[in-house]
């Protein structure tokens, strides 16, 4: 395991694998992470906020020094070996760019209740404005933290939606998909849905038991297993993955790993349109 080194509030992260914030943060897989004037990219997560850049030998992370080892690792998935896991990923061509396209890029393990929200807002939505609905419910009902003199937001909890109406959220602009927020964070709120309980089950049943809930089909279901519960077989298939369906070959190839391949394929497609195969 590789061993951070503490240095005037600033944590160095030694790398010795290729790691890239930009592939990371912008592969449609997260939504609440914005470059920062101070250079590199500021965000919050698990309620801790940083600001974090990387070279080619160090990953840096301004913020709290005890978030390393409680936060920031597992975030990362740091200690997985994604070099040893793509190779199994260069079955032809199409596969092999996509790979290096996306050279750096790690699955984030994030909060399942961030990311079921955040995925219900994806729904038949633009990047720049899921970004902008998340941002504003995260500033009308998350607590403020301050980090260099900014203030961030954390991300509101089950409890605080529960007890909002549509009405109440009709600034978010988020159309029919706020009575699906609602309706998670209620039914989570009064017990009758827990992530905690979902993250026990096998894929097949944590899928369905997703899907029980309004707004909740198998696409959404398959972001929030693999962004927000760690199941890296699951394989999400939107628009962009369809348009390239005919390049790669089916998800089972994959193994294991199928939904980590399945952002390599996702952030080349979106990324290139599909004009560098």
């Not at 609602?182 to 993250?199: D, K, M, N, P």
Request: charged share 20%.
């Amino acid at each position: 395991m590789i061993q951070p080194i503490y240095c005037e509030n600033t944590i160095q992260i030694p790398l010795d694998f290729p790691f890239s914030l930009e592939h990371i943060f912008t592969c449609g897989q997260c939504f609440r992470w914005q470059k920062s004037p101070l250079g590199g990219y500021v965000g919050v997560a698990f309620g801790c906020p940083t600001r974090i850049w990387a070279d080619q030998e160090c990953l840096f992370l301004r913020g709290t020094a005890q978030d390393v080892e409680e936060v920031w690792r597992n975030y990362f998935d740091l200690d997985r070996d994604y070099q040893a896991m793509t190779q199994d990923f260069l079955v032809n061509p199409f596969m092999e760019k996509a790979v290096a396209y996306g050279e750096g890029l790690r699955i984030l393990r994030q909060d399942p209740w961030e990311t079921l929200i955040s995925f219900l807002v994806s729904q038949c939505n633009r990047i720049p404005r899921i970004q902008a609905i998340l941002d504003r419910l995260c500033r009308a009902f998350g607590d403020p933290v301050e980090l260099e003199g900014e203030t961030l937001y954390t991300f509101p909890s089950p409890q605080t939606l529960a007890g909002l109406t549509a009405e109440d959220l009709a600034f978010l602009r988020a159309g029919y998909r706020s009575p699906y927020l609602l309706s998670a964070a209620q039914a989570i709120t009064e017990g009758r849905f827990s992530l905690e309980q979902v993250s026990l089950l096998p894929t097949p049943q944590a899928r369905t038991a997703l899907m029980e809930l309004p707004g909740v089909g198998r696409k959404v279901a398959d972001c929030i297993l693999l962004f927000g519960l760690g199941r890296l077989e699951a394989f999400p298939v939107d628009t962009w993955m369809k348009k390239a369906g005919s390049f790669y070959p089916q998800p089972e190839t994959f193994g294991p790993y199928a939904g980590v391949a399945q952002q390599y394929i996702f952030h080349y497609a979106r990324s290139t349109g599909l004009s560098l195969h």
